[in-house]
Structures are given as C-alpha cells and as structure tokens.
C-alpha cells in the first residue's frame, strides 16, 4: 500500500505539474482536486482487483486440492475395494475430469498473473479459453449429482455401505469442510457457480480503461451462461425426484434411473460415425477440388514437354496418341470419385438427422417416464413408460444396424477413395513416361548447364555488355585504343613528355585517326596519339610516307594521316563544322600558310595541355574542326605532289608563331569569345561574340600574347586567347 | 493436394470412432502414413525441381539483357553509319567543286571507321545470336528431362504407396462396381429403417 500510496501521490504530482502547466491560474486547482479523485478512485479499484484476483487463485486452489484429497482418499479406494452394489461413478461421475479442468484454469489463472503487471493482467481471456470445456465438464457433473445425491441416501441406508463410505471420509481427516460425502460431492457444483460472482465482481472492480474489462464482461456473461445451460440441464432432470429405494426393489435392477448402456454405446457410436462422414465429405471435396485445380496443369505441362521433345528430335513421335485421351484421366478420376465416394457418403449424411431427432425424442420421452416413476403406477405413467421403452428398443435396435451399415459405407468409400489415387497416380506416371522415356543421369544437369552458361560468357555480346563489362567498359573509355590495338603499346604520357622535349614543334605532329601498318617498317598509330617527323620521306624517296618516332618505336607512316599538332587547346570532337564554306575561300591560307588551327581530336591527357601552355600560342581559340583540316590536305593530295611538298612545308609551322603574311591580313576575322575590358587606351574592350578585325598578330614588342584588332572603328590590343576565329554562320 | 490428403487422416485419425473401432483405427492409421508419405515425397519433388529447373531457367534468363544490349549498340551503329552515309550521299549529288569534294572526302573518311564498327557489331551478332539460340536445345535438355523423371519418380513412388495401402486394407479389393452396389444395398437398407424415415 505504501507503494502505491507513493506512485499515486507521483502520479499526482505529475498532474498536477501538467495541469499547472495546460490551464490557466484560475482553473487550475478545480481540475486538480478532479484528477486526484480520479486517481485515488483508480488506485482503489485495482487494489480490490488484485485482492479478488488473488482470492480466485486461492480459492481455485484450495478447490483444486479437495478434489485431489478426494479422488485420491474416496474415489479411487472405493472404486479399487470393487464393492458389489457400491457404484463409485454414480456417485462421482466424472471427478477426475473435473480436476484436470479445474488444474488447467489454475495453471492458467498463474499464468496470466505471474511476472505480469497488475495493469496488464487479463483474466477475461483465461476463462473465454476455458469457457468450452468447462462448460461440458460441469454439465456432465451437475447432470449426474442430483441423481448421485440421492444414491448416496440410498447407500447411507445400508450398514454395510455406510462403513464404507464412513472409512474414507476419515481418512480425509476430518477436514473442516469434508465432514461428509455430500459436501465432498457438492463441492464442484459450487464451484462452477462461484465462478459468476467472482468475474462480476472483478469486472466490477476493473476500471474501464483496462484491458481487461472487455474480456471480464465476456467472459462473466460467458460463465453466467454455463450456469443458465447447467441449469437447464438439471431442470430437466429435477422433473425426477430421488429415486425411491422401492424403486430398487422393484426389480429394475441396476437400471436404477433408466439408463441403458446399450443405448448409449450405440449412440455414441452414431455420433462419432456422423462426425466422420461429415470431416470425411468436407475433407475429400477439398482434395477432389485441388486435384482438379492441379490435373489440368500437370497435362497441360506433358503435352508441352511433348510438343518441345518432337520439334526438338523432329521425328514423329508415334504416342502422340496420347493428347487425345489426355484429359480423360482426370474427369475420370473425379467422376469415379463422385460416384463411389462423395455421393454414397453425402447420402448417408443426410440420413443422419432422422435419427438424431429420434435420439432426441427419446430423451425427452426418457424425462417423461422418469418424471412418473416417482408417482404411482398409473395410467399416464404406464403410458410414458411404455412410450419411453417402445422408442427405446427400437432405437436401440435400429441404431445398431445403422451404425453397421454406415461404417461399412465408410470404409468402402475410404478404400475406394484410395484405389482411386493409386490409379490416377499410375495414370500420371504413365502419362509422364510417354514424353521421354530416355534414363537420366540426375547429378549431370549442372554440369552440363554450367558448360553452357560458360559458353555464353565466351560469346562477344556478353562478354562487351553485360552488366559487370559495362561499368569496367566506362572506365576504361580513356584508354579505349587499348582494347582496340592490344598490342600495340599505348603512348604514354612519358613518350608524349620525350618527345615534346626532344623535338622542336615544328617536327610533332598527331594522327588524325588511326593509321594501320601497310607496309613493312610501317607502324600503327592511334588517333591522336603524338608523333615527331624525323624525316618527309621513306626510303624510296615518296614523300608520302614519313618516318616518324613514337617515342616508343620509330617507323613510317603515310603522311596524310599526320596533322600538325597543335597543344594549345585540347577539344572535343565536334561534329557540328565551324569552319564552313566560306574559309574555304581563303585556301591560300592553308597552302603557304597555315594557322596551326588543328583542334586535337581524341583524348590526349590533360598533362600534354598542361605541358604545352607554355606553348600556347597566340593564336586563339579556333574552333575549327581538325577533320576541316585534314580535309585540306586532302585538298593537297589532290593537287599534286610539288603543292603538296609545298604545302608540307607549309605544315612547319610553330604552333606559338604564325608565320603570317601581313599582306594577307584582309581576311583575319575574329570574333572575341569572351567579353574583355580594356584597362588602358592601347587596350580594345571587347563585347562577347564581337567581331574583330586582327590588324596584327603582335603587339608592338613581339608579343604575340595581345593582337591589334580594329572593331567598330576603334583600334586597340586585344589577347589572344580571347579570340576566336570567324566563322560565318 | 497432399495437404489437404493428410488433413483428411489426420481428422479421421482424431475422431472419437478410432476409439470405439479397432479395425477402423487400423485403417485410419495406414491411411495417415500414406499420406504423410505422400506429402513428404511432394515435397522432395518440388525442392528437386526447383533445383533443376527453375533456377537454370532464371539463370538463362540473365543473359538477356546483355543481348538487347548488343542489338541497341548495333543499332546506333547503324544510325550513325546512315547519317554518315546520307551525308556522303549529299555532298556526292552536289556539282564538284573544289569545297564540295573536299568536304566529301572529309564525310567519307568520317564515313570509313562508323561503317566498319557497325558492320563488325552486325557480323558479330549475326554469328552469335544463332549459338546463343542454338545452344539452349543443350541447355534445356537436362532441366525437361529432369522434370520429367522427377514427376515420374513421384507418380510411381505414389502408386506403390496407395497400391499397398489397398493391399493392406481391403485384400479382397472389390472392384467398383460391386462396391457401388455395395453402398447402395446399405443405402437402401438405412433408408428403410424406420429411425430414418421419421421426420
């Protein structure tokens, strides 16, 4: 208590906190003294809860033990002592089940409150799980006290049973509430009805924010209902009064309250057999239906496997007889099914109800009769019995060759149903063996497979796309020429370095594209890749064909495929052709004088642009397409050799220097690429995409960082690199 | 189905009948370890299937893509070697001057390399595409086979099992017919009853 008496006085503090902090000065202490009613209601009602929870466990127990006392002191040494007219299961009917129901509650009950939080125990839902066999337990029981009771007078009569009964209630040692059989009997029926008030008075202590409400009001009106249906069961039988002793004398023998064994064996056995039929019927529809859903596929997938086995071996497969019968087997199947199964045992179902309702008048007519047998013989009585037992021995009678007949019918079902599986099983088989009948070595599919799929990996398609390939493949793009020309070694940043050194730039020149060796002391060379000319012409004095060096290797190369190399500005490969139609106007240009104004196809490193800045020249930006001017020297070959050895020498033009004519400065258009601020009057400011006139490609100094432009009238210096050449779009 | 085969012994099995009847529990039982053997080889059947069949397929399956992938590259290839193709086209249609043949050189070079990549992408599919679709006749083979025996394999494991099973209870095995007369007669007789025909 003082525990809670704490967490209460916390849980009030935090409320009060809380309503301090939500309402206003005002309000406030009305809402306080609110919650701290509803607090303390709180506390107290799970205080009672526990006291009640722990009052039904202890009282489950202390029951739970009178009736262990009592099955083991009473029950079992009577029922060992086998006294001749002492009948222990009249009196006791089915104790022992009533102890097993009441130690599962128990363990249950312990269960649920054991190591679980008062807020969280929930003992609605022990007794909704017990709720159904309790029910029939007791029933039984309470069924059969009434009628015990009044045996248990009848024994008290007797001497003899009286020592009987007298030795085992002593044994009991006189326990306080054991003095005698009738207590000792009575107990489970006051149990059973204690339960009812115990959960209402739980469920009345349970506050209704619990989880356990819900379930304490179900399971209250659901043990409330086990004693209603108790109830009822013993009204009918409290229409018989205790039999009188003369009842005994009179001869009815052991057939003390009209019970007939017979009876109710057969019944018993009728039950069950109704039960059976009814799963049987249930259950072998269900299989029938999936069969069905199952059959159809398995053929469906045997004609298929037989189509691919026949175009595959492309022969004609002579037991293709087979799609023809192919469906029969499982209409086969389910019509034999049905015919020696499902109907016989439906049919037989629905003949039970006749008799059920027989059984049930029986009973009824069984309460009649026993409800005169206490009056005197007279004629109502006489009719009731003769009622009663006519309906009886024809029940009995009849109930017999019904159980029989229906077991047989059952069992034949069953063994057909069986027959039926083994032939359609046989049946697949067969239907499965017809598509190949080849022997198969199970533990080679993988390996033959695995040869395959290697197969595939060899194939080009995979090997270039798959996905693993694909990602190498995109970092590999720089280094593409490798996987194009294996073996041809690459040319390094290292040899481009060489020869940039050991070569004027006069003498470097790039491969436009790939260049495969022809002839012999011919080399390859990749696109883009660095080359100086060591000499203008082969051995045989062509000068078509130049010897150059790789830095890796020396060789020839036809000269066509050779442009000027140009490290000013690395750039992309354009397709879109700037210089267009018009340049070409200015051919001269490129014959005596070229504006080295290659654009570097291909990848070379960033190193080489970074190498060569120092050598970047005056020249700007041009955005002319390399492939324009290879063209041009195209144009070259064309002509004719001597122009083409003029123009060659042409081609020596140091990338920093122009060796321009001044005479022919009409045509130098440029444009600025980016807009430039004059910083002083020798300066020209330069608007984007401004076109500009190149007066001279030099400063007064020499410098050919700045250019003289002319725009709009205006001279002044301009650099270089922020021009770019015209095009005329 | 198996399961729902086993159900059916498995609630015969826990009827209250099985108590009462010794021959019908006899029965009831043999029936339920038919069935549970029944379900256990189903099982193997699928697992070996799974196995053999439906993995290899998955596997197969995965090489796909790498195919659609070479025929888009290829057909790139093609693009672009038609647009390069058009464009040498165009500049062969124009009067020869001096530009135009310059610029038609220029296109046929560009031309060269674009057609030879996509002719080797094209001869490279056309060669491998038809080993790729041939070689799934070796490929499958053993997987269909596989099929095929697994579901033998269990078809006749199964035949074996209910052919003992009616061996076991029902030696004289009437054939259907009797039986269906059989039933009837009982039918007939429980209908005759006077229990069943009241009501």
Excluded at chain 1, 47 to 72: F, G, H, P, V
């Amino acid at each position: 208590m003082k525990e809670q008496d704490t967490s209460a006085g916390c849980l009030t503090c935090t409320y009060f906190h809380l309503t301090e902090k939500m309402t206003p000065q005002a309000g406030c202490s009305a809402a306080e003294t609110l919650t701290q009613e509803e607090e303390h209601q709180m506390q107290r009602m799970m205080a009672k809860r526990s006291k009640i929870i722990r009052e039904l466990i202890q009282t489950e127990k202390d029951y739970l033990n009178d009736l262990e006392l009592c099955i083991r002191e009473v029950v079992q040494p009577l029922r060992n002592k086998q006294i001749d007219r002492l009948d222990v299961d009249s009196l006791f009917s089915n104790i022992e089940s009533v102890h097993q129901i009441s130690a599962k509650l128990l363990s249950l009950l312990e269960e649920a409150t054991t190591d679980v939080e008062p807020a969280m125990q929930v003992i609605g839902e022990v007794f909704l799980q017990i709720k159904g066999p309790l029910e029939d337990i007791y029933k039984i029981y309470c069924y059969h006290h009434d009628e015990a009771h009044s045996i248990l007078e009848s024994y008290e009569k007797e001497e003899e049973l009286k020592q009987h009964l007298s030795l085992c209630i002593q044994s009991l040692k006189g326990k306080p509430n054991l003095l005698d059989m009738g207590s000792l009997m009575i107990k489970p029926i006051q149990r059973v009805m204690k339960y009812p008030l115990l959960l209402c008075e739980l469920c009345g202590s349970t506050p209704p924010s619990h989880p356990d409400r819900g379930a304490l009001e179900e399971a209250f009106a659901a043990v409330k209902g086990i004693n209603v249906n108790i109830n009822e069961f013993k009204r009918r039988k409290d229409l018989v009064p205790r039999v009188e002793p003369a009842a005994k004398d009179c001869g009815k023998g052991r057939h003390r309250q009209v019970k007939d064994n017979t009876f109710n064996r057969e019944e018993k056995l009728f039950r069950s057999l109704e039960k059976t039929v009814r799963h049987c019927v249930k259950n072998i529809s269900f299989c029938l239906q999936n069969i069905q859903d199952a059959m159809p596929l398995a053929l469906q997938s045997v004609m298929e496997l037989q189509e691919i086995s026949c175009s595959k071996d492309e022969e004609e497969r002579g037991s293709l007889g087979a799609p023809g019968n192919a469906p029969n087997p499982c209409d086969d199947f389910v019509a034999h099914l049905q015919k020696l199964v499902l109907t016989p045992l439906s049919a037989l179902l629905s003949l039970f109800p006749g008799p059920q309702k027989l059984i049930q008048k029986r009973y009824d007519k069984l309460l009649d009769y026993n409800s005169y047998l206490q009056q005197e013989a007279g004629d109502e009585s006489n009719l009731a019995k003769k009622e009663y037992e006519a309906l009886n021995a024809q029940l009995v009678e009849e109930l017999q060759v019904f159980n029989q007949a229906a077991r047989k019918i059952l069992s034949n079902c069953l063994c057909s149903f069986i027959t039926l599986l083994r032939d359609l099983m046989l049946v697949a088989q067969q239907l499965y063996s017809t598509v190949q009948p080849g022997p198969l070595l199970v533990s080679n599919i993988s390996e033959i497979q695995n040869q395959v799929l290697e197969e595939f990996q060899n194939l080009n398609f995979v090997k270039d796309n798959s996905a693993t390939f694909i990602e190498r493949k995109l970092s590999f793009e720089k280094k593409k020429y490798v996987q194009i020309l294996p073996e041809v070694p690459r040319q390094t940043d290292t040899h481009r370095a060489k020869l940039l050194s050991t070569y004027s730039t006069e003498e470097l020149y790039q491969a436009k594209r790939k260049c495969n060796a022809t002839q012999e002391n011919d080399i390859n060379l990749l696109e883009g890749e660095l080359v100086a000319v060591m000499e203008q012409k082969d051995p045989l004095g062509s000068t078509s064909r130049w010897l150059v060096d790789t830095g890796i290797m020396k060789g020839y190369v036809y000269s066509s495929f050779l442009k000027p190399y140009n490290p000013a500005k690395v750039q992309k490969v354009d397709a879109e052709n700037r210089l267009c139609d018009d340049d070409f106007d200015n051919i001269s240009l490129f014959v005596s004088s070229r504006p080295s104004s290659d654009s570097v196809t291909g990848t070379p490193e960033g190193s080489i642009s970074d190498s060569s800045s120092s050598l970047s020249g005056t020249f700007g930006k041009f955005e002319a397409n390399g492939t324009d001017v290879d063209s041009f020297q195209e144009v070259d070959e064309q002509k004719c050799s001597s122009t083409l050895a003029k123009g060659i020498a042409g081609c020596h033009l140091a990338l920093s220097m122009v060796v321009v004519d001044p005479d022919k400065t009409d045509g130098w258009i440029f444009y600025a690429v980016h807009a430039f601020q004059a910083r002083s009057d020798h300066e020209l400011s330069l608007q984007e995409y401004q076109r500009v006139h190149i007066l001279r490609f030099c400063d007064l100094s020499g410098n050919k960082e700045w250019w003289l432009a002319e725009a709009q009238g205006q001279k002044g210096y301009v650099p270089a690199n922020y021009l770019g050449k015209m095009t005329y779009a | 189905m198996s399961k729902s085969a086993v159900k059916i012994s498995l609630d015969l099995l826990s009827n209250p009948l099985c108590e009462q009847d010794q021959d019908f529990l006899n029965m009831v039982t043999a029936l339920d370890t038919a069935m549970k053997r029944m379900d256990a080889f189903n099982q193997e059947k699928v697992n070996q299937i799974q196995k053999t069949v439906i993995e290899p397929l998955k596997k197969f399956g995965s090489v796909f893509p790498s195919l659609n992938m070479a025929v888009k590259r290829r057909e790139q290839a093609l693009q672009d070697y038609r647009r390069l193709q058009a464009k040498v086209e165009k500049y062969e249609e124009k009067e020869k001057t001096g530009p135009v043949l310059a610029k038609l050189h220029q296109a046929r070079e560009e031309l060269r390399p674009v057609r030879d990549d996509f002719e080797a992408k094209n001869k490279q599919l056309l060669d491998e595409m038809p080993r790729f679709y041939n070689s799934r006749l070796d490929y499958f083979q053993p997987s269909f086979e596989s099929l095929i025996r697994a579901q033998v394999v269990y078809y006749s494991e199964m035949h074996k099992i209910f052919g003992d099973l009616t061996q076991q209870l029902d030696q004289p095995g009437p054939p259907d017919e009797q039986r269906e007369r059989e039933n009837e007669a009982k039918l007939s007789e429980l209908r005759a009853l006077s229990i069943v025909a009241d009501d």
